[in-house]
C-alpha cells in the first residue's frame, strides 16, 4: 500500500505564503511525476504544479511567478511555496504521485486526502 499525506495548509491573508508538503510511504519502489492540484467548491479539480523525477516542472498560467514546486526523492516528499496568494486561490489542495511499486510493476497514480488553503481578502 501507499499512502500520501499533506500538510501545511491553512488560512493566510491575501499577500501571504504557505508552504505545503507531501510525504510518499510504504510500498515503494520508485515515483516518476509528482503534482499539486487543487478544486474549490463548486469546481472542477484543476493541475496546479507537476515536477519529474528529475526535477521538470510545469504550472497553470493562474500560478506561474507566484508558486514553486520542488521534491526531495530522497525523502519521496513533495513541496509547493505559494507566495502572494490570491483569494481565488482558497481551495482544497491535493497531491499526486505516479508510483512504481516493483522493478517490473506498472506505474499508478495515488492521492492524498487533501488539506485546506483558505486566502482572506
Known amino acids: 500500500q501507499v499512502q500520501l499525506v499533506e500538510s501545511g495548509g491553512g488560512l493566510v491573508q491575501a499577500g501571504g505564503s504557505l508552504r505545503l508538503s507531501c510525504a510518499a510511504s510504504?510500498?515503494?519502489?520508485?515515483?516518476?511525476?509528482m503534482g499539486w492540484y487543487r478544486q474549490a467548491p463548486g469546481k472542477q479539480r484543476e493541475l496546479v504544479a507537476t515536477i519529474t523525477k528529475g526535477g521538470s516542472t510545469d504550472y497553470a498560467d493562474s500560478v506561474k511567478g507566484r508558486f514553486t514546486i520542488s521534491r526531495d526523492n530522497a525523502k519521496n516528499t513533495v513541496y509547493l511555496q505559494m507566495n502572494s496568494l490570491k483569494p481565488e486561490d482558497t481551495a482544497v489542495y491535493y497531491c499526486?504521485?505516479?508510483?512504481?511499486?516493483?522493478?517490473?510493476?506498472?506505474?499508478?497514480?495515488?492521492w492524498g486526502q487533501g488539506t485546506q488553503v483558505t486566502v482572506s481578502s
Open positions: 510504504g510500498n515503494i519502489f520508485s515515483i516518476n511525476a
Open positions: 499526486n504521485a505516479d508510483v512504481k511499486r516493483t522493478y517490473y510493476g506498472s506505474t499508478f497514480p495515488y
